[in-house]
């Protein structure tokens, strides 16, 4: 593993956190104060995204903070899980075509078949979205995939 590239430091003088690259000496981005020996160190980060999501972190006050590492955390498993849904949705789709083209009623069958609850044209709309299908006409759409 690399060593970190940049380290976050916490000001003395005024206590905003602020990003010091390896080998230079850091200074605080609002008070102007170098860096010493006794400022103390809040984290490090491998880049410059990393600094400034570490440093965006450090400056909340407290109670933010907690509020925005829970959201954090209750985020990645539902991003995760929406994509396992997007595969599902195209299988729906794929199930809902009869000779390569599907109605409102048929989506709305296989979305049934599948447990999926979803409304039927959501579904064609955002199958419309992906590139998915092709309208053919006000309610008749062909799959494309
Ligand atoms: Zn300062």
Not at 26 to 54: K, P, Y
Not at 76 to 83: A, K, L, N, Y
Not at 85 to 108: M, P, Q, Y
Not at 109 to 127: C, F, P, Q, V, Y
Request: aromatic share 4%.
């Amino acid at each position: 593993m690399e060593p970190p590239e940049w380290t976050v430091l916490r000001c003395s003088c005024c206590s905003m956190c602020f990003g010091r690259r390896v080998g230079t000496r850091g200074r605080c981005t609002r008070c102007g104060i170098l860096a010493n020996d006794s400022t103390e160190v809040v984290s490090h980060a491998m880049n410059v995204e990393q600094l400034q999501s570490e440093i965006g972190l450090a400056n909340m006050p407290e109670d933010l903070r907690e509020e925005f590492l829970e959201k954090m955390q209750h985020t990645t498993p539902v991003q995760s899980h929406s994509v396992g849904d997007l595969r599902r949705l195209k299988e729906c789709i794929l199930l809902a075509a009869e000779d390569g083209t599907l109605t409102a009623e048929s989506v709305a069958k296989s979305l049934a078949r599948m447990n999926i609850r979803m409304n039927a044209i959501d579904l064609i709309e955002m199958g419309y979205e992906q590139g998915l299908l092709f309208k053919l006409s006000e309610d008749e759409w062909q799959v494309l995939d």
